[in-house]
């Protein structure tokens, strides 16, 4: 892809506020915007998170009115709210060990040394909720920067109230806690803020070379 159309695509994108609610996002296209989501790199590989996509339109009412009103809950084509581990205990270690075994056709012996290593510096860690609530915004920025090579609009969202959210989704004990949500589709020709300028920081404010 030529750089032009990488920075068109980052000029074009905006956290639009208003969807075209008749507008639905392709298959092909909806799948590539997954692959972005399950292809996200995450700190030591262990991938700490979920993705719900939320579908049906009673949830989404219910969503919404945990969401400060916002309309892209209810209007976007597709809504995605992002998951993160409780705990990444023990356990959860073993579970990606096993699938790196499996999908690499390595012993499991071969991987103990991965393993302890993941066990002392994340499944001990008191920080390791913090850590796995992090991880999903990296899955996020994969999503968005996907959707706007796509030309398929996107809301990252913090607006809303999680512990409402996992109550809502049925999460309480379940192990995952709602961090962040992603609104998807198409921009109503009425969203007025898709004209407004990008507000950012110089380069040389924000990018310093330390040489
Ligand atoms: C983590 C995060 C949470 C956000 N939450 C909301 C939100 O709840 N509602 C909304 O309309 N925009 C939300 N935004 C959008 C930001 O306000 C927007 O990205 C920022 O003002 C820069 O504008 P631009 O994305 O249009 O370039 C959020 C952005 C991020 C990164």
Known sequence: MAHNQIQEALQWRYA?????????????DWKTL???LSLAPSSYGLQPWKFLVIENPEVREKLKAASWNQTQITDAS?????LAREKVDVDFVQKYINRVAEVRGLPLEALDGYKNMMIENVAKSPTSTQ????????AMGFLL????????????MEGFDPQ???KILGLENS????TVVTALGYRHAE?????????????????????
């Open 16 to 28: 639009t506020k208003k969807y075209d609610a008749i507008k639905k996002i392709s298959a092909q």
């Open 34 to 36: 997954t692959d972005s």
């Open 78 to 82: 597709h809504l995605v709210v992002f």
């Open 131 to 138: 850590w796995a609530q992090r991880q999903t915004y990296i």
């Open 145 to 156: 920067e996907t959707a706007a090579l796509l030309k398929v609009d996107a809301t990252p």
């Open 164 to 166: 409402a959210y996992d």
């Open 175 to 178: 192990g995952w806690k709602t």
């Open 191 to 211: 969203d007025t803020t898709q004209n407004f300028k990008k507000v950012r920081f110089t380069d040389e404010t924000l990018i310093q070379y330390v040489k």
